[in-house]
């Protein structure tokens, strides 16, 4: 309650609730104003606020909500994106509080005198590219693995010091006879390290080194962008709506994230960082190999990698097929 008062008294307008568009449209339970591609969707905060209703007004797997507030209107678009851009850059909920600022004249003093950050809201929404951009090598070495032994880690990081992103080389994958086959594997906690059979994952990740491993070369990206780029709580949240009914699509969405938050910029910067520009993609997806085309890089072939279904991740493979576009 502390934090809210604060906030109240920096701003100099009512404080307002953004929701991503497409939680604003599962609280109204009907179409959010604006659609799915506006940037937010504004509420009026009702009286005596508290935080167990901004929660279960934020988290579908909170407990629900005892009023359901009507949206104000469309906020101010480059602000609103920059700050729900901003908490799914943390891996929070798309929700955030919003209102201008009581001194919006000197945002430098301002935020010097409260004790506050300010960032630009261009900042926020061109950081994606900028950690494309300014991925560089931190450390490398080699690490045998029971699937490949021929295979070396190499480790980029941004700039500014943010996540890191892997890429694991199977043999010498420049000296190839044919472009390499090269996989994007977004981390998954659950499938890589524990063996979940919620999803395949895991298979796919050793698989890949496997083929990898027999063809004598390969390049797996390994991406920090776990749950399509919610992150690792989000992808829990998800999973239980999950098992409430929802399939993977809905279960984001309800987050109010979208289908597929991930930053293939990366991927690509780190095959230029390698000096490698033409590839064979080890991959159901063929948004993978849009994404890649898209940023400059030439897809020689598309390679299938498919793991049969079990009986924890049949609905999970069909909603990739049906509602994905993946190809099986």
């Not at 307002?16 to 799915?36: K, N």
């Not at 979208?258 to 490698?276: H, K, Q, V």
Request: glycine content about 8%; charged content about 20%; overall charge negative.
């Amino acid at each position: 309650m502390a934090t809210l008062a604060r906030f109240g008294a920096l701003a100099s307008q009512p404080v307002q609730l953004l929701l991503a568009p497409t939680r604003a449209a599962a609280v109204l339970q009907r179409p959010a104003p604006g659609g799915a591609d506006a940037p937010a969707v504004a509420f009026r905060l009702p009286p005596g606020v508290t935080p167990p209703l901004l929660r279960a007004l934020a988290d579908p797997t909170a407990e629900p909500a005892t009023i359901r507030p009507e949206p104000v209107g469309l906020p101010p678009a480059q602000p609103a994106a920059a700050a729900i851009r901003l908490a799914k850059l943390a891996r929070l909920l798309p929700a955030v509080l919003f209102a201008p600022a009581a001194d919006e004249g000197d945002w430098a003093g301002f935020a010097a005198r409260h004790d506050v950050v300010a960032v630009p809201g261009t900042d926020v929404l061109g950081y994606p590219d900028t950690v494309a951009a300014t991925l560089m090598r931190v450390g490398e070495a080699r690490v045998p693995t029971e699937d490949s032994r021929e295979t070396r880690i190499i480790a980029f990081r941004p700039a500014d010091g943010g996540t890191e992103h892997l890429a694991m080389v199977v043999g010498d994958p420049w000296s190839a006879g044919e472009p390499p086959l090269i996989r994007l594997h977004s981390e998954c906690f659950t499938g890589d390290l524990l063996g979940s059979l919620r999803c395949d994952c895991g298979p796919q990740l050793r698989g890949a080194l496997a083929l990898m491993a027999e063809e004598g070369a390969g390049v797996l990206l390994y991406l920090a962008q776990e749950g399509r780029g919610i992150g690792l709580v989000n992808k829990l949240r998800a999973y239980q709506l999950q098992d409430e009914g929802a399939d993977t699509l809905d279960a984001n969405t309800r987050l109010g994230y979208g289908a597929d938050e991930r930053n293939f910029l990366i991927a690509a910067a780190m095959l230029r960082e390698l000096d490698i520009d033409t590839v064979r993609v080890l991959t159901n997806n063929p948004d993978k190999v849009a994404a890649l085309t898209a940023c400059g890089i030439r897809v020689a072939a598309r390679v299938p990698h498919r793991f049969p279904a079990n009986e924890h991740n049949g609905r999970y493979l069909q909603t990739k097929a049906e509602r994905f576009g993946h190809l099986f």
